[in-house]
Structures are given as C-alpha cells and as structure tokens.
C-alpha cells in the first residue's frame, strides 16, 4: 500500500528534513505534498528526484492525503491541523500545541509506541519537544529496570532549534566577531556566539522557561508516571546542530555505570560511547549532527546520591528531536493502525 502525504512547513528547518527522510527511509508514499505559507507558495523542494512546487497551506484539500507531518508552529497547527483531522487525514503535528491535550497522544516510538492508538479520538499525534525525545529515549530502559524518582537536567541546545534565522544569526555574528565587527543580536536577546544563553522559549511565573516546563509536561504525559519529578535548565549555545544533555537521575532501586552501560547498549535508538578517556564520550559536531541514534556517555554512579545514576545525552535535535521521530511515528501507523 501506498499513502499520500502532506508536509507542512515544508520549508522550514524542521520541513526541509521530514522530506529528506520520508525518501532516505523509503516510506511508502503515493504522492507527497509540500506545504507552507502563501510566502512560499511556488517554491520547489526535491522528493525521490522530482521536483515538487510548494502549494499555499491556506487553500489546501486534506481529503487528499492520509497522513500530514506538521511543522509549521504552534499557532498555524492551532487552525489547520484540526482540519485536516476532520478531513479524514491522521496529523503527526511537531509543534508545542496539542502535547497537553488530554485526548491526543505524545509519542516517542522507543518509549510509548502504544500510545499511538489514541490518535482515533481526534486524528492528530503530537510529537514531543526535541530535548524531551533524545532524554527519555536513554531514560526509558533505565526507568523499565530500576524506576527513576527524580531527573536534573542541563541542556546546551543548538540554535537549529529556534530556526532558519538563528542558524544565520550564529553563523553572521561568529564571521563577524573573528573580523572584530560586533553586530546587534536580533534573534535573541543576546549576543550567541562564542556565549551561552539560559533561556529558551518565554518565561513562566515560578521563573522556570516555558521550554524547561515542556520537558517537566512530557516527561510525565510520555512515562504515564506523573511521580517523576523532574528539574531541568534548558541553555541556548552556539552550536548549529545537536542538542546535548548533562543528566542527573535518581533511581527507585540502585544501577551501577556497568549495568546502565549494558543496558544501554542494547536499548533502541541508543547508542553507547562511553570510554573514560579523551575523546571517548560523544558530541554535537562529531557524532550527532546529520544523525539518527541518540548517543550516551560520561555514565558514571552520583557521588553525592546513593541511587543517582549521571548521563550525557547526544543527539541531532532536527532529525530524532523531531523530523525522524515524526516519520517513526507515521511508520507505525501505516504498519499498525491504517
Ligand atoms: C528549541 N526545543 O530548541 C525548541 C524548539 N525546537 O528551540
């Protein structure tokens, strides 16, 4: 069988990528649809050699596709995406804005592909943010063998996460600043190369980000165990791809590093690079960026908990934080439920 697919927000960083893996995994797709806003309506984009011109989201008949990858923001999935569930078509939206929604399923394949089958009550699944995937992803068969209580996190993630414009922001700033030229920061707030920034998306009122309550929500929605506390600080860094994670988890019975790294090895999706040595962990350059798996290092016992259990996490935020989650969630699908 054959599916018709539409992307939307297909020329966005997230859209751009979700073409490029639908044809690198050989999806079963009939006919695919590009997507955006009037803005880019006409533009091409490559699929399988041909090339495809972008139509206007705004105009577009979802009762010609079975299945839309959404990556357009919150506030565009806001309006068409119910649509297109009406439609008949089944949404996998990658936005912030239907991951609370009671009736409709956050999923992370490696860790809740059963949750998939809620998708009937509205006929959208919502892809969770980027630096919740690639976490629970290594925390899921930890959590399955021993439990966890309680996660402390860092992030340090890369400005493909906030878009197309960061990335140009980061990449003008650095040639400029190595020709002693400052130039005024647009995209945030602050200068981004060559610092760090500890604030992604807006500020809530108890003073966490609205990016660090995401990873609070889905981590609980996704583990369907709303007893795990958890406490991040989400960091913007000067990096163009891969989100990193500095993981501190606290388990319900005791793990050793030998026995999380065995674990690990096995688990889906992971990918274990773990020598106490230079060089012997995995990074954002040298390992993730243009890759699927989710990378783990560092594993190391907590000196200061008896139970605590200290990680880092690798992974291309663009591809498995959304575009490759998004299309793992779509095979499962076609294979399972359409
Ligand atoms: C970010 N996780 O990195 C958010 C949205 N992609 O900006």
């Known amino acids: 069988r054959v599916f018709d697919v539409a992307v939307v927000g297909v020329t966005g960083a997230v859209g751009q990528v979700m073409v490029s893996i639908l044809e690198e ?3 079963p797709v009939g006919r695919l649809y590009a997507l955006a806003s009037e803005r880019s309506a006409g533009k091409r984009v490559q699929f399988r050699g041909q090339s495809i011109v972008v139509e206007n989201l705004d105009t577009f008949d979802f009762s010609k596709v079975q299945i839309g990858l959404f990556s357009p923001g919150a ?19 990658n936005t912030s804005q239907f991951r609370q929604d009671a009736d409709i399923p956050l999923v992370v394949p490696e860790v809740n592909p059963q949750a998939i089958a809620q998708y009937k009550n509205r006929h959208i699944i919502a892809n969770p943010n980027c630096s919740t ?9 930890i959590y399955d063998a021993v439990g966890i209580t309680r996660i402390n996190v860092a992030t340090y993630q890369s400005v493909s996460g906030t878009g197309k414009e960061a990335i140009e922001e980061l990449a003008g700033q650095t040639a400029a600043l190595l020709n ?3 130039i005024e920061p647009t995209v945030y707030p602050k200068q981004i190369a060559f610092n760090v920034l ?9 003073g ?16 369907g165990d709303d007893r795990i506390l958890v406490n991040p600080t989400a960091v913007r860094v000067p990096v163009f791809y891969g989100h990193s994670e500095a993981v501190h988890i606290e388990t319900r019975e005791k793990i050793t590093a030998e026995q999380a790294r065995a674990l690990l090895s096995k688990a889906p999706g992971v990918v274990v690079m773990d020598e106490r040595a230079p060089g012997g962990y995995p990074t954002a350059v040298t390992e993730a960026a243009g890759t699927d798996p989710v990378f783990v290092g560092r594993i190391r016992e907590d000196l200061s908990h008896p139970n605590g259990l200290n990680l ?12 490759l989650n998004s299309v793992q969630i779509a095979e499962i699908l076609v294979k399972d439920y359409i």
């Open 180 to 182: 002693a030229k400052p």
């Open 133 to 141: 995937i690639q976490m629970l992803v290594a925390l899921k068969p």
């Open 198 to 206: 500890p604030h992604i998306d807006v500020f809530m009122d108890n």
């Open 75 to 93: 506030s565009v999935s806001k309006i068409y995406a119910p649509k297109a569930g009406e439609a008949g078509c089944v949404v996998i939206d």
């Open 312 to 323: 880092w996490v690798v992974s291309d935020n663009i591809r498995k934080g959304a575009a």
């Open 25 to 27: 995994r050989q999806f």
């Open 208 to 223: 966490y980000t609205k990016e660090e309550m995401k990873m609070i929500w889905e981590t609980q929605k996704i583990m």
